[in-house]
């Protein structure tokens, strides 16, 4: 067992709790640091391509727990972020902007188009927001066909390359340099959010999660929270969109369809709704899963000689992995974990209800 | 007289649009949870019917297989509140959002694996008749969409507002902790009204069925319906009917006379104009909350 002793209040709010957990994160970053050797040795950098994806997928989920996890609204459109990033990234490397500046330039103006479609529902309950999102989701196709000068539309548009200072970085020809560019984001992004967590503006964000009512006794101004949340929410979409676009290679209207936003989601909830971890474990079961499924039906037709071939198979897989998740560990992956090693940490003081949540009664603001 | 035509056609489709976001206001009216997969049901509702109706499945006759359904569809709702969503009872309404579309995807899943992906079509003693009155030509079965749909809005307003347990629901859902006080069986009463909602959802998906082929994936029509529930205003019955009309009217107009591509758009930038100029809706219920 542990004893942390707080002798401050700056110890509650510290970025990592005891020395011990610093050291864990400081080995974790050496070893995505030198995952690339492993592929540098045997000398195929398929796998850390998808590796690569994983890391683009978890930089977009971490957009949508700062809004889901963090704040509680839920967004069935952050494809859509991400999408308005993508492009604004294509068009500004199209018309000669470096890529240092035309990168975090698509991410802002992704996030404040986002707030100013958001703003107005978002004195609305959660669920207008999901709907609002919801239509933008479905229509970000259609956009794409019809702006079609900046889009490519049905044709799509090919992706240019990276150029830092004349550091060429492609997804194929230059795969390690990419992932150390993602990783690099990633890294900035979870520094930024975890910071950003210990800001007032950041646990502002949690107590409306937890209480709009309490959030606004205290003095926070709801609306204006909300706005901040979800534009840095779309920012981290719309730069993740932009990296997409680069892994991809070429984009076009089916690429970030309403599948996407809904997997985003559902990303976040198997991960664990209000962790950062969550985002990537989240990102890594959705990385997985294809590949597993695959595997699988090789594996039964080879061996058994059964072949399945039921269309919607892997949608629906995942949705029930989902459905178990929620009934069963609403804190997702993460806080099975948690619980894990709360369980040795404490041994043999865990109690079975000590993650229980407490349960609220629902008042509607419709007025009859 | 094609001017006619072509709102007679859209107000049968915007009856069926009204139907399926009747039964999410239902939900939401007595639970506040949204049920995203409320489209899914519907074609479920059509498959069922399909099931006991078509030649090539049971062949019942569809005047005995059109109540079955509603019934099976009906305990459906039932035990899908009483097996899935009570346990999430008291959990934040995001998670009951993420769940329905989870549960759809399923729903759609079976459908397509029970009754096959390929169209079908309701085999309906009234298929292909028509009414002729002074030149204009009215398939019965748009004329019967037209008028269930109105009963049905009307019966289930009267059911909120005059009988005991539509006043129990609407209590359950403005304050749950006090209708516990005052003896009510929430849990019991968010059961009944699941099941009623997939009662309409199979009145709806009939209804759908007998006017064209369905397929699983016609689920996704929820969508529009909640657009649909939305436009009305979330929470308000005769709102549901109003919005659904609304889309099913715009619809054919718009591919009629707009601009091609038009007519998909159209009803969610309708949505989006509506949430964001007056984002109750069109009879809205909501009011901000004060502290």
């Known amino acids: 067992m542990r004893f942390v002793f707080k002798t401050s209040y700056d110890t509650d709010i510290r970025l990592f709790k005891h020395r011990a957990q ?35 997928l978890a930089i977009a989920g971490m957009g949508l727990m700062l809004l889901t996890g963090h704040t509680g609204l839920p967004s069935l459109g952050h494809a859509t972020f991400m999408a308005l990033g993508c492009y604004l990234n294509i ?31 978002l ?246 | ?50 099931g006991f109706t078509n030649h090539e499945y049971m062949g019942l006759n569809f005047w005995l297989a059109v109540p079955l359904s509603i019934l099976v569809m009906g305990a459906f709702g039932y035990l899908f509140n009483w097996g899935i969503l009570r346990h999430m009872f008291g959990q934040s309404q995001t998670s009951i959002v993420i769940l329905t579309i989870a549960m759809g995807f399923i729903i759609r899943f079976a459908a397509g694996a029970i ?21 204009l030509v009215l398939g019965v079965d748009e004329v019967l969409i037209v008028i269930v749909t109105a009963a049905l809005t009307l019966a289930f307003f009267l059911f909120f507002s005059r009988t005991r347990v539509g006043l129990a629901m609407q209590a359950a859902s403005q304050n749950q902790l006090a209708a516990y006080y005052m003896g009510i069986p929430v849990k019991r009463i968010h059961s009944l009204v699941w099941g009623l909602s997939g009662m309409v959802a199979a009145v709806a998906g009939v209804l759908f069925a007998s006017k064209g082929a369905i397929d699983p994936s016609t689920g996704l029509l929820g969508i529009k319906a909640f657009a649909a529930a939305a436009i009305g205003g979330f929470g308000s019955l005769p709102g549901a009917l109003l919005g659904g009309l609304i889309i099913g009217l715009v619809e054919p107009l718009a591919s009629r006379y707009g601009p091609p591509g038009v007519s998909q758009i159209a009803p969610y930038a309708i949505l989006l104009l509506i949430l964001i100029f007056r984002p109750g809706g069109i009879f809205s219920q909501t009011q901000r909350k004060k502290v």
Request: with cysteine.
């Open chain 1, 22 to 56: 610093a050291t864990w994160y400081a080995l974790l970053l050496l070893l995505v640091l030198a995952t690339p050797l492993y592929f540098v040795a045997i000398g195929d950098a398929y796998l850390l391509g998808e590796i690569t994806g994983v890391l683009i």
């Open chain 1, 91 to 121: 068009n500004f490397l199209g018309a000669g902007v470096p890529w240092l500046i035309a990168f975090p330039l698509s991410g802002l103006i992704a996030g404040v188009l986002g707030t100013m479609i958001a703003l107005p529902v």
């Open chain 1, 123 to 368: 004195r609305l309950h959660g669920v207008y927001l999901a709907l609002a999102t919801l239509a933008m989701s479905i229509l970000t196709g259609d956009f794409v066909v019809i702006a079609e000068p900046w889009t490519g539309g049905i044709a799509g548009a090919a992706v240019p390359d990276i150029n830092i200072f004349g550091i060429e970085i492609n997804r194929y020809s230059t795969p390690y340099k990419f992932y150390y560019l993602v990783l690099f984001v990633a890294i900035l992004l979870v520094w930024f959010y975890r910071n950003l967590l210990r800001t007032p503006t950041g646990r502002s964000f949690t107590a409306i999660r937890d209480s709009e009512i309490s959030a606004r006794a205290m003095g926070i101004n709801l609306t204006r929270t909300k706005a901040t949340s979800f534009f840095l929410s779309a920012t981290a979409a719309g730069l993740a969109g932009a990296l997409f676009g680069h892994s991809a290679g070429y984009v076009t209207n089916e690429t970030f369809d309403l599948v996407m936003s809904i997997t985003l989601l559902l990303m976040i909830v198997i991960g664990g709704l209000g962790f950062i971890h969550g985002a990537f474990f989240g990102a890594i079961v959705v990385g997985i899963i294809p590949v597993a499924i695959a595997n699988g039906r090789s594996f039964l037709a080879t061996t058994f000689d059964v072949n399945i071939n039921v269309p919607g198979l892997e949608s629906a897989l995942f949705a029930l992995i989902l459905v178990g998740f929620i009934l069963f560990e609403p804190m997702g992956l993460y806080g099975r974990w948690l619980k894990i090693r709360t369980y040795f940490e404490l041994f043999p003081f865990y109690r079975k209800d000590m993650f229980k949540r407490q349960k609220s009664y629902l008042k509607t603001d419709r007025v009859q």
């Open chain 2, 1 to 50: 007289m094609d001017f006619v035509q072509l709102i007679i056609s859209g107000l049968a489709n915007g009856c069926v649009y009204g139907l399926i976001a009747l039964g999410f206001v239902l939900i939401y009216k007595a639970t506040e949870a949204v049920n995203f997969a409320q489209g899914d049901f519907m074609m479920l509702g059509a498959f069922v019917c399909i």
């Open chain 2, 115 to 135: 009754w096959s992906h390929e169209p079908t079509s309701l085999e309906t003693p009234y298929a292909g008749q028509d009414i002729r009155s002074g030149g």
